[in-house]
Protein backbone atom coordinates (compact mmCIF):
# COMPACT_ATOMS: atom_id res chain seq x y z
CA UNK A 1 0.00 0.00 0.00
CA UNK A 2 2.69 2.62 0.59
CA UNK A 3 4.54 1.55 -2.07
CA UNK A 4 1.82 2.39 -4.31
CA UNK A 5 1.52 5.89 -3.04
CA UNK A 6 4.97 6.66 -3.78
CA UNK A 7 4.30 5.67 -7.13
CA UNK A 8 1.63 7.39 -7.49
CA UNK A 9 2.66 10.59 -5.79
CA UNK A 10 5.94 10.10 -8.03
CA UNK A 11 4.03 9.87 -11.18
CA UNK A 12 2.08 13.47 -10.08
CA UNK A 13 5.04 15.04 -9.41
CA UNK A 14 6.51 14.55 -12.86
CA UNK A 15 3.12 15.46 -14.32
CA UNK A 16 3.55 18.59 -12.86
CA UNK A 17 6.57 19.46 -13.54
CA UNK A 18 6.29 18.77 -17.58
CA UNK A 19 3.60 20.87 -16.98
CA UNK A 20 5.48 23.80 -15.48
CA UNK A 21 8.37 23.44 -18.33
CA UNK A 22 5.64 23.44 -20.96
CA UNK A 23 4.15 26.84 -19.41
CA UNK A 24 7.06 28.42 -19.25
CA UNK A 25 8.76 27.55 -22.86
CA UNK A 26 5.45 29.05 -24.33
CA UNK A 27 6.04 32.37 -22.03
CA UNK A 28 9.54 32.42 -23.01
CA UNK A 29 10.27 30.60 -26.62
CA UNK A 30 13.76 29.71 -26.97
CA UNK A 31 15.18 32.18 -29.71
CA UNK A 32 17.34 30.32 -32.31
CA UNK A 33 20.87 32.23 -33.06
CA UNK A 34 21.40 34.70 -36.17
CA UNK A 35 17.86 35.50 -36.72
CA UNK A 36 16.77 39.13 -36.32
CA UNK A 37 13.65 39.86 -34.32
CA UNK A 38 10.36 40.50 -36.67
CA UNK A 39 10.88 44.22 -38.44
CA UNK A 40 14.27 44.63 -38.04
CA UNK A 41 16.21 45.93 -40.93
CA UNK A 42 18.64 43.22 -42.27
CA UNK A 43 22.43 44.18 -42.19
CA UNK A 44 23.90 45.88 -45.27
CA UNK A 45 25.68 43.45 -47.39
CA UNK A 46 28.52 46.64 -48.15
CA UNK A 47 29.06 47.25 -44.17
CA UNK A 48 27.32 50.22 -43.20
CA UNK A 49 25.30 53.40 -44.38
CA UNK A 50 28.27 55.86 -44.80
CA UNK A 51 30.87 55.92 -47.99
CA UNK A 52 33.65 57.45 -48.97
CA UNK A 53 34.81 57.71 -52.18
CA UNK A 54 38.20 58.96 -53.86
CA UNK A 55 38.51 58.56 -57.76
CA UNK A 56 39.74 60.21 -61.02
CA UNK A 57 38.20 61.06 -63.63
CA UNK A 58 38.04 63.16 -67.13
CA UNK A 59 36.43 66.68 -68.09
CA UNK A 60 35.46 66.66 -71.56
CA UNK A 61 33.86 70.08 -72.19
CA UNK A 62 32.35 70.33 -75.55
CA UNK A 63 33.34 73.21 -77.96
CA UNK A 64 30.64 75.90 -78.54
CA UNK A 65 29.51 78.77 -79.87
CA UNK A 66 28.94 82.27 -77.95
CA UNK A 67 28.58 85.99 -79.43
CA UNK A 68 29.60 84.35 -82.81
CA UNK A 69 33.01 83.00 -81.22
CA UNK A 70 33.77 79.61 -81.03
CA UNK A 71 34.70 78.40 -77.15
CA UNK A 72 36.92 75.49 -76.78
CA UNK A 73 37.69 73.76 -73.26
CA UNK A 74 40.66 71.42 -72.92
CA UNK A 75 39.98 67.98 -71.94
CA UNK A 76 41.71 67.33 -68.48
CA UNK A 77 42.14 64.60 -65.50
CA UNK A 78 39.95 65.62 -62.49
CA UNK A 79 40.26 64.57 -58.91
CA UNK A 80 37.03 63.49 -56.94
CA UNK A 81 36.24 63.21 -53.16
CA UNK A 82 33.08 62.54 -52.47
CA UNK A 83 30.69 61.68 -49.30
CA UNK A 84 27.21 59.50 -49.65
CA UNK A 85 25.06 58.99 -46.71
CA UNK A 86 22.73 55.71 -47.22
CA UNK A 87 19.24 57.05 -45.60
CA UNK A 88 17.76 53.77 -46.85
CA UNK A 89 18.85 50.80 -49.21
CA UNK A 90 17.16 53.00 -52.02
CA UNK A 91 17.91 56.02 -50.97
CA UNK A 92 21.20 58.36 -50.29
CA UNK A 93 22.25 61.76 -50.77
CA UNK A 94 26.20 62.34 -51.63
CA UNK A 95 28.42 65.70 -51.46
CA UNK A 96 31.07 65.68 -54.15
CA UNK A 97 34.07 67.79 -54.64
CA UNK A 98 36.11 68.17 -57.64
CA UNK A 99 39.49 69.91 -58.80
CA UNK A 100 40.63 70.39 -62.06
CA UNK A 101 42.69 72.38 -64.57
CA UNK A 102 41.10 73.31 -67.87
CA UNK A 103 42.23 75.86 -70.04
CA UNK A 104 39.60 77.92 -71.83
CA UNK A 105 40.00 79.45 -75.46
CA UNK A 106 37.82 82.09 -76.86
CA UNK A 107 37.53 82.94 -80.60
CA UNK A 108 41.59 83.85 -81.48
CA UNK A 109 42.97 86.15 -78.83
CA UNK A 110 41.11 85.51 -75.04
CA UNK A 111 42.67 82.39 -73.25
CA UNK A 112 42.56 81.59 -69.87
CA UNK A 113 44.07 78.40 -67.55
CA UNK A 114 42.46 78.34 -64.60
CA UNK A 115 42.03 75.98 -61.13
CA UNK A 116 38.03 74.57 -61.62
CA UNK A 117 36.68 73.17 -58.09
CA UNK A 118 33.33 71.57 -58.10
CA UNK A 119 30.72 71.51 -55.54
CA UNK A 120 27.87 69.31 -55.61
CA UNK A 121 25.07 67.90 -53.82
CA UNK A 122 22.80 64.67 -55.70
CA UNK A 123 20.50 62.69 -54.22
CA UNK A 124 21.07 58.87 -55.16
CA UNK A 125 18.62 56.19 -55.82
CA UNK A 126 20.61 52.54 -55.25
CA UNK A 127 19.32 49.28 -56.73
CA UNK A 128 19.20 47.32 -53.31
CA UNK A 129 21.33 44.38 -54.77
CA UNK A 130 22.87 41.82 -52.52
CA UNK A 131 25.15 40.86 -55.26
CA UNK A 132 28.59 41.39 -56.41
CA UNK A 133 27.17 44.80 -58.67
CA UNK A 134 25.09 47.32 -57.34
CA UNK A 135 23.63 49.87 -59.89
CA UNK A 136 22.81 53.26 -59.39
CA UNK A 137 21.65 56.49 -60.39
CA UNK A 138 22.01 60.18 -59.25
CA UNK A 139 20.71 63.96 -59.97
CA UNK A 140 21.46 67.11 -58.24
CA UNK A 141 23.19 70.71 -58.32
CA UNK A 142 26.31 72.30 -57.49
CA UNK A 143 28.67 74.92 -58.34
CA UNK A 144 32.23 75.11 -59.87
CA UNK A 145 34.77 78.13 -59.05
CA UNK A 146 37.05 79.43 -61.79
CA UNK A 147 40.59 80.69 -60.28
CA UNK A 148 43.18 81.89 -63.18
CA UNK A 149 46.03 80.06 -62.25
CA UNK A 150 47.73 80.17 -65.38
CA UNK A 151 51.08 82.24 -66.69
CA UNK A 152 50.00 83.44 -70.36
CA UNK A 153 46.38 84.12 -69.54
CA UNK A 154 44.43 86.99 -70.70
CA UNK A 155 45.48 89.90 -68.93
CA UNK A 156 42.06 91.19 -66.97
CA UNK A 157 40.74 87.65 -65.94
CA UNK A 158 38.95 87.26 -62.72
CA UNK A 159 37.69 84.73 -60.70
CA UNK A 160 34.46 83.33 -61.58
CA UNK A 161 31.36 80.94 -60.18
CA UNK A 162 29.34 79.12 -62.35
CA UNK A 163 26.00 76.79 -61.31
CA UNK A 164 25.63 73.57 -62.71
CA UNK A 165 23.08 70.57 -63.01
CA UNK A 166 24.57 67.09 -62.29
CA UNK A 167 23.15 63.74 -63.17
CA UNK A 168 24.86 60.14 -64.04
CA UNK A 169 25.11 57.20 -62.99
CA UNK A 170 27.21 54.09 -62.31
CA UNK A 171 28.27 50.71 -60.70
CA UNK A 172 29.81 49.26 -57.78
CA UNK A 173 31.51 46.26 -57.62
CA UNK A 174 31.99 44.69 -54.06
CA UNK A 175 35.28 43.46 -52.89
CA UNK A 176 34.52 43.13 -48.94
CA UNK A 177 31.96 44.29 -47.12
CA UNK A 178 34.02 47.36 -46.77
CA UNK A 179 35.19 48.29 -49.90
CA UNK A 180 34.40 48.15 -53.41
CA UNK A 181 35.49 49.57 -57.15
CA UNK A 182 32.87 52.17 -58.58
CA UNK A 183 32.92 53.39 -62.17
CA UNK A 184 30.13 55.77 -62.92
CA UNK A 185 29.48 58.55 -65.74
CA UNK A 186 28.51 62.12 -64.44
CA UNK A 187 27.23 64.80 -66.76
CA UNK A 188 27.53 68.77 -66.31
CA UNK A 189 25.22 70.81 -67.51
CA UNK A 190 26.94 74.57 -66.63
CA UNK A 191 27.01 78.03 -67.55
CA UNK A 192 30.16 78.54 -69.91
CA UNK A 193 32.92 80.92 -67.69
CA UNK A 194 33.79 84.43 -69.43
CA UNK A 195 36.24 85.51 -66.55
CA UNK A 196 34.96 88.96 -66.67
CA UNK A 197 36.51 89.41 -70.28
CA UNK A 198 33.84 89.39 -72.40
CA UNK A 199 29.85 88.71 -71.59
CA UNK A 200 28.54 84.88 -72.16
CA UNK A 201 25.17 83.40 -71.41
CA UNK A 202 25.62 80.49 -72.72
CA UNK A 203 25.28 76.10 -71.06
CA UNK A 204 27.36 73.84 -72.01
CA UNK A 205 27.33 70.12 -71.48
CA UNK A 206 30.71 68.37 -70.43
CA UNK A 207 30.71 64.66 -69.91
CA UNK A 208 32.86 63.18 -66.71
CA UNK A 209 33.65 59.52 -66.00
CA UNK A 210 35.35 58.34 -63.25
CA UNK A 211 36.96 55.55 -61.33
CA UNK A 212 37.71 54.74 -57.90
CA UNK A 213 37.75 52.96 -54.62
CA UNK A 214 34.75 52.98 -52.30
CA UNK A 215 35.22 52.62 -48.11
CA UNK A 216 31.98 51.55 -46.31
CA UNK A 217 31.37 52.04 -42.64
Known amino acids: MRKRAIKQWSVGLALGLALVAAAAAQVNPPVAPNIPPPGATPPSPYGGNSELFVGGGMDFAKSTMANSQPVATTNVASLQFAYRYHVTDYNAVELRVAFARPLQVYGTTLRVQSLANEISFAYVWTYPSEGMIRPFILGG ?77
Open 141 to 217: AGAIRYAPSGSNNTTGSGNQTRATIVYGGGLDFRLSNSWSIRAEYRGLIYRVPDFGLISIAKWNHMPEPDIGVVFHF
